[in-house]
Nanobody
Framework: QVQLVESGGGLVQAGGSLRLSCAAS????????MGWFRQAPGKEREFVAA????????????DYADSVKGRFTISRDNAKNTAYLQMNSLKPEDTAVYYC?????????????????WGQGTQVTVSS
């Protein structure tokens, strides 16, 4: 069982930055794929980014939605049981509730059903 708690959301002007954190419970955090999704009002929850359990220096991979590629960076600190989403050059269309998710699998995925555990979300609002 993994419990996820997001933090770091807030109100920011367009062009600004925020860093979201996802604190995970459980001793097996390092073996989970971690993902970020978002859901804007009236829209379906969509994939934002994912990171494999392996870190990049040991062959790990990251994946990003086209809409955030080059602006957002996903990372993880397995010693702290925490995943991060650094969001730069924010746009009003990035406004949404952002959810952290964990998958007990090897490869990153983009589908909601690829993930086993979800956080409760943190609101990000970008003003124009």
């Amino acid at each position: 069982q993994v419990q996820l708690v997001e933090s770091g959301g807030g109100l920011v002007q367009a062009g600004g930055s925020l860093r979201l954190s996802c604190a995970a419970s459980g001793r097996t955090f390092s073996s989970y794929v971690m993902g970020w999704f978002r859901q804007a009002p009236g829209k379906e929850r969509e994939f934002v980014a994912a990171i494999s359990w392996r870190l990049s220096w040991s062959g790990g991979t990251t994946d990003y939605a086209d809409s955030v590629k080059g602006r957002f960076t996903i990372s993880r600190d397995n010693a702290k049981n925490t995943a991060y989403l650094q969001m730069n050059s924010l746009k009003p269309e990035d406004t949404a509730v952002y959810y952290c998710a964990a998958a007990n699998t090897i490869r990153t995925g983009r589908g909601l059903s690829d993930y086993d555990y979800w956080g409760q979300g943190t609101q990000v609002t970008v003003s124009s």
